[in-house]
């Protein structure tokens, strides 16, 4: 089988395509390499995928293609590839929705499917080798999804969620079937959350873009469960079930958290403003020795956290840095591109030099992986900025370290961190890791003085909001496998 490509993504589900695309939009910080929409009618399923952001198509146009009257519901995808590849052609077979059956129209930047079988988009990472012999020889992509959605074709929903190990919250389309349905993985790794806009339900991956956009947010999907839309925007839970299919443990992915997730958005019951603020204090808390005049952050995922970091510590907060484009470096699919990404967007606020010149400068960062913004950070305070030291605090602990059990940590559930990746928290020897670093060497690498926040600290956050540490997934810090 070809490579498995994998994804930390944006899925909605809505009723009306203007409700679907706004949706999206909303999401567009899980993802901005490629977007599409399944239009799901009573005897028809038609597809529409383009490379770039949701707004890249105009909306206008879509509602030409995909008239109203035709569909009864509308599920969506924006796209944050962590493997694959770069070519459009490649870009728009990799992107979702994927579908079985459908006459395919390719137009250079967009593709169309029409009169689909069956169409699924996804969000999450799953194990696929014991599905391997079932779906193989149906395959035209690495993805995943692909190989999910042909397997659901052979063994239905039921299965499916019975028997695939793996990260997903999914969306299934198929012309046998009157309801469309919505499912969250038993362990809960990847979020989603259940709404009403007007008189229906609606389904996506953050609260953020149901609330954003009119409608009411009402819970969490339950880990285990399936739910049934049926054309008429009513939805039912888990009818097939007496009771969620549940792991033995939760594993909910802490990187939400720290990072994915937008600030305004609840997740699995908290409210991500709050733990980010939170984090800030307990930074503040395990770092009171460190000797500076001036807070600051990285733009934008650590902004409430400085804020809190500031008022426990007592040290001025400042705005040294500003972006260009929001977009977030991490989601480049190539180490060129998050460069690329940094350098071309990452500048100081010309007003805040003459403040933090000759000054000691503690600069908040959600996650230190690569080095690479840790090193733009650096060469901006030092060299443009004349600070007298710069100082880097991660609230997240060190990624991709060797844990205990002496394997190479990373990332095997969606998030651009795999195993092999050049992490700054561990040393490479001969092509592979050998050895975690010190702080010292991780500071060396950075270029400046680096902390981080402790795993108890981290726990203690999460315990604090009511979320056992035991039920989210360090895996890439060093804690258990999640499945």
Known sequence: MSEIINHKCGIVLAYTLHDAYNMMAELQHRGREAAGIAAIGPDRIDVLKWI???????????????????????????????KGRKTPEEILIDAHPHVI????????????????????????????????????????????????LQYYSEVGERELLRTVPGSYTLIIADQKKRDVMVIRDPSGNRPGFLG??????????????????????????????????DPHGFVEEKTIFSRPILRERQAHCMFEFLYLAHPDSVIDGVSVHSFRTLLGEELATECANLNADVVTYVPRSPELAAASFARTSGIPAVDVFYKTDGQRSFMGSTQDERQKAIDSNLYLIPSAIERIRGKNVVVLEDSIVRGTVARRVRDLLIKEGGVAEATLCSYTPPIGIIGSDDIARGCEYGVDMPSTDRFIARIEEEGKASRNATFDEISKKAGMPVRYLSTKGLAHVFEKLGLPFNGMCSYCIGGKKPF
Do not use: W
């Open 196 to 229: 009403r806009k007007g008189e229906k339900h609606c389904a996506a991956s953050e609260s953020i873009a149901i609330f954003k956009n009119g409608g009411t947010s009402l819970s969490d999907l339950t880990p285990g469960a399936v739910y049934y839309f």
């Open 52 to 82: 770039g952001r949701v707004r890249d198509f105009d909306r206008g146009d879509l509602h030409r293609i995909f008239p109203g009257k035709n569909y009864h519901a509308f599920m969506g995808h924006v796209r944050y590839a962590t």
């Open 101 to 148: 059956g459908g006459t395919v129209i390719n137009n250079g930047n967009h593709q169309l499917i029409l009169n689909c079988d069956a169409a699924m988009v996804h969000n999450g990472q799953v194990d696929i080798s014991s599905l391997e012999q079932i779906v193989q020889e149906k395959l035209r992509t690495g993805c995943d999804t692909e190989a999910l």
